[in-house]
């Protein structure tokens, strides 16, 4: 799991404290830069107790992406970096930040496979074309094309509505089950009930529009239940796999995992 995200959510979810001083992907990105020391991935990768190699990342990192404009060739200082370490591993994870800079770039030009993450949350449709806006840019900027070939919507289901039902059914509920609440007492529904389901009706219309969006667009898509199991997993610097393998999500990731092995 190579870390390239500053704010290092990746490390801190495999157990390791972030702030932890010692070398990390900063040292790496900035050793390609030739007035800096070289500084090897193989020095930095830590073992992790679920098995996992890690190159951690540091909230440092930051300032990193400034001087990267200043190596002879930006774009492909990660993948340098990891063309020692290649051949020891048959599959290397690169975490990203969210949002588009020298790290992301970085990712993509070293990777061999994209994985695009969406929150279903902000799943939006005008976020899906902006998307592809984005990969066409990368485009101009790698000189290679990116063709995305799975996308996996987290936290499918939650409940997505602000504000909820009432203040008894104040706790988060899927749509499904608020929906039910509305429509399976014995006492006629409210108009502010009609209403809220009326809204939550929409929600997951849209949720299901925008998912089929989604669905053209990828070969691959998966959704992952909400499940407080990867907020405890991640809490406990473990990933699901080990610390909730039976939990929704678990089993959600288990499948992607499988697809993911069969890639070549
Ligand atoms: N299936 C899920 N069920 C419940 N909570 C989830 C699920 N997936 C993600 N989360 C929670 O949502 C938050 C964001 O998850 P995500 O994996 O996108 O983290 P991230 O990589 O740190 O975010 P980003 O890189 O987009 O800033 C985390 O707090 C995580 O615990
Ligand atoms: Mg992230």
Redesign the pocket.
């Known amino acids: 799991m190579v870390d390239c ?1 500053p ?1 290092a ?1 990746a490390t801190a979810g495999l157990g390791f404290d972030p702030s932890t001083f010692g070398k990390n992907m900063y040292d790496v990105f900035m050793g390609g830069i030739d007035e800096f020391p070289k500084v090897m991935i193989q020095d930095i990768i830590r073992k992790t107790a679920s098995g996992i190699d890690l190159a951690p990342s540091h909230l440092d990192l930051v300032g990193a992406e400034p001087y990267l404009y200043h190596a002879k060739f930006p774009t492909g200082v990660l993948s340098e970096a990891l063309a020692s370490v290649k051949k020891q591993y048959s599959l290397i994870f690169i975490d990203t ?2 949002s588009i800079g020298q790290f992301v770039i970085n990712g993509l030009y070293a990777a061999d496979h994209v994985i695009v ?1 969406l ?1 279903s949350g902000s799943f939006a449709l005008n976020g899906v074309s902006t998307l592809s806006t984005i990969f066409s840019d990368i485009k101009d900027d790698l000189g290679k094309e990116i063709l995305p070939e799975m996308a996996i919507v ?2 499918w289901g939650e409940g997505l509505l602000q504000p909820c039902l009432s203040p008894k059914t104040g706790e988060k509920k899927d749509i499904f089950t608020k929906l039910r609440d509305i429509f399976y007492k014995p006492t006629e529904p409210a108009p502010e009930d009609l209403k809220a389901a009326e809204e939550l009706r929409h929600e997951q219309e849209r949720l299901l529009t925008t998912l089929n969006v989604i669905r053209r667009r990828f070969p691959s898509v998966y959704t ?5 199991a ?2 405890e997993a ?1 809490k406990r610097g473990m990933p699901i796999s080990h610390f909730a393998p039976d939990s929704p ?1 678990g089993i959600a990731y288990k499948t992607i995992a499988e697809e993911v092995m069969r890639w070549k």
């Open positions: 995200d704010q959510n930040p969210p993450t929150d987290s936290r992952v239940p909400y499940s407080p990867v907020y991640q999500a």
